[in-house]
């Protein structure tokens, strides 16, 4: 699973992931479809998957693009800002496995 999820963030990353991507790692449908760009699935994706640690959320709209910080260190930066979100929840979920960044 390790190289399973270091491999769909960058897919994520990339734009290039694809539904067998996603279900490789486990995923329900709230991945993919945070993915093409639903902050609700985002959000229950979240909700799902990370502790209470990871409760804050901070979008910023830039140029282009949108960053998302969910603490811990945890950034993630897409023109989709649930993209952007799915990065942030991939980043945690990898350092929660003890996986290196």
Do not use: N
């Not at 639903?38 to 799902?48: G, I, K, Q, T």
């Not at 260190?73 to 991939?90: K, M, N, T």
Request: glycine share 8%; net charge negative; hydrophobic share 45%.
């Amino acid at each position: 699973m390790s190289d399973a999820l270091q491999e769909l963030l960058a897919k994520v990353e990339a734009g290039e992931a694809s539904t067998m991507r996603f279900e490789d790692c486990g995923f329900d449908g709230w991945a993919e479809l945070a993915y093409h760009g639903s902050l609700d699935a985002a959000r229950a994706l979240h909700e799902a998957h990370l502790s209470h640690h990871y409760a804050q959320l901070h979008m910023w709209p830039m140029p282009e693009m949108t960053r998302v910080d969910i603490g811990g260190g945890h950034v993630g930066r897409d023109a989709i800002p649930a993209r952007a979100w799915l990065i942030a929840i991939l980043r945690a979920m990898i350092e929660q496995r003890g996986e290196p960044k």
